[in-house]
């Protein structure tokens, strides 16, 4: 070989080995760019809020979550609904659209069902093909996973996303619980392990219920912690003895960011991340905000997500001011906004502002597109990025990723914003 032939030669092999050497790290740098992302939600673990039609089907009124889903109708009958589900709700062109929209990252709700049954709980297993397959699709349109743990044994907050809708959270209360925890969470880890260039992130619990004033759920915090410190551990320090390149994400449990201040310091804890989650139409009063107000807020919260001791997103949050979509608030709930929520006062009518995006007026339509853009602006200069609730909607387009494209309130470029001095920086 000339010297000119081997410098060709050189750069070639350098070229080829050039993915094995991006593939080293986390597969995103973490700190450095923006975390833009949508849940799939209502896929791994069923919600009738995202597909009504699984539970209507089911014609009986005691079914109301994936825990009487099971319950409730023959073992059969249930299995072969959710293995449909499974199968059809989110495919591989999901991942190739949700890539083609500028997003980097996907984040998906799994049960502890997905590897644990006990013989008293009524749940079907079989989800974890297709989190394997969303890992392979998540890999081929370069996409960014985070795993997050929504159900835990017992319910960690009693919410109807946890899988058991219950009066209160049980999780914390029977040690039993916990271990099963960890066992899931430490499997799910090793399975992923060869893969944490894609599966970067594992959320080790979601929404557990800490409640500040509540007399609901006592002792469930100092559960959390501990149980957050030991599954740090296991995670980014797997079996294998090799440092993993997970990052840890945890949750808020519902305490305000600075209650963390001194939990997990970060030159003991590296690779930890803070998740916290906003809506602003759960009470009363949020209920009755004006578009105006909401904006706001939104760009308010830009500067308080920076009390955060850990790098933080917002892992949930949503377009729309409402609480209208049919079962967001349970199967046979209604929504506060028109007044339907027992005990609340109505703002006005939801016709026109949940369902098809097509009787959405053009003031609604606008008002998503200000609001949509003053939170991503707001969580991405605060924080780490975002993740909306959540990719797809049966029949609540006010919720849907997947309709603000196509109706035009969320753009093609999450970059490419409309009003770019909303929030007057
Ligand atoms: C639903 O259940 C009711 C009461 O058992 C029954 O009369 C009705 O035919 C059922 N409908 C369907 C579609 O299965
Ligand atoms: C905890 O849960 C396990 C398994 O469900 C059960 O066998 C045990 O009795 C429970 N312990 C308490 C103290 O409730
Ligand atoms: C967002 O702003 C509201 C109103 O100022 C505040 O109550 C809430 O704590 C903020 N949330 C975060 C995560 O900063
Ligand atoms: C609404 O509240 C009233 C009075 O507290 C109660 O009697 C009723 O059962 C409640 N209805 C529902 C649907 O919760
Ligand atoms: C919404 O309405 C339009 C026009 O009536 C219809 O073409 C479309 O299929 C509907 N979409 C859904 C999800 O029902």
Not at 134 to 150: S, T
Not at 261 to 274: I, L, R, S, T
Not at 393 to 413: C, F, K, L, T, V
Request: with cysteine; aromatic share 14%; hydrophobic share 40%.
């Amino acid at each position: 070989m000339n010297s000119l032939s081997r410098v060709v030669f050189a750069f070639l092999a350098f070229l080829s080995i050039l993915p094995a050497i991006l593939a080293l790290d986390d597969g995103f740098s973490y700190g450095k760019e923006k975390i833009r992302g949508v849940n799939l939600g209502g896929w791994l673990v069923i919600e009738s809020f995202t597909t009504p039609s699984l539970f209507d089907k089911t014609n009986d009124t005691r079914i109301v979550d994936e825990y009487t889903f099971s319950l409730y109708q023959t073992r059969d009958a249930g299995f072969n609904a959710l293995k449909a589900h499974w199968a059809s709700f989110i495919t591989e062109q999901d991942f190739a659209d949700i890539a083609n929209v500028g997003l980097n990252h996907v984040r998906i709700p799994v049960g502890h069902w997905i590897l644990d049954v006990s013989p008293d709980e009524p749940y079907h297993t079989g989800q974890l093909p297709y989190l394997q397959k969303a890992v392979e699709w998540a890999e081929k349109y370069n996409l960014q996973v985070i795993i997050a743990l929504y159900g835990a044994p017992g319910s960690q907050n009693g919410f109807i996303n946890s899988g058991h809708q219950r009066d209160a959270a049980y999780w914390h209360t029977n040690s039993t619980n916990v271990e099963r925890t960890y066992k899931v969470m430490n499997e799910l880890s090793t399975m992923f392990e060869a893969k944490s260039n894609v599966v970067s992130i594992f959320q080790v619990m979601n929404e557990a219920a800490g409640f500040r004033r509540a007399v609901l759920n006592p002792g469930l915090l100092a559960v959390l912690k501990q149980y957050y410190l030991n599954a740090y551990n296991f995670i980014r320090n797997p079996l294998s003895g090799k440092k993993s390149n997970y990052m840890v994400m945890l949750h808020d449990g519902f305490q305000h960011l600075s209650y963390w201040k001194d939990f997990m310091p970060k030159d003991k804890y590296e690779g930890v991340m803070m998740d916290t989650h906003i809506y602003q139409m759960f009470n009363d009063h949020d209920a009755h905000m004006s578009y105006d107000d909401h904006i706001q807020r939104a760009c308010q919260n830009a500067t308080i997500m920076s009390e955060s001791p850990f790098m933080t997103i917002i892992g949930e949050w949503t377009a729309t001011n409402n609480d209208c979509g049919p079962h967001l608030l349970g199967r046979f709930v209604g929504p506060r906004y028109d007044g339907s929520l027992n005990g609340s006062t109505a703002v006005g009518s939801c016709v026109g502002l949940t369902g098809n995006a097509t009787t959405f007026s053009e003031e609604y339509k606008e008002f998503m597109r200000m609001y949509w853009e003053a939170q991503t602006m707001s969580y991405e200069r605060g924080g780490e990025g975002w993740v909306m609730w959540t990719w797809k909607m049966e029949n609540a387009d006010e919720w849907s990723y997947q309709a603000g494209i196509i109706h035009g309130w969320i753009p093609r470029d999450p970059t490419a914003y409309k009003y770019p001095s909303i929030c007057g920086w």
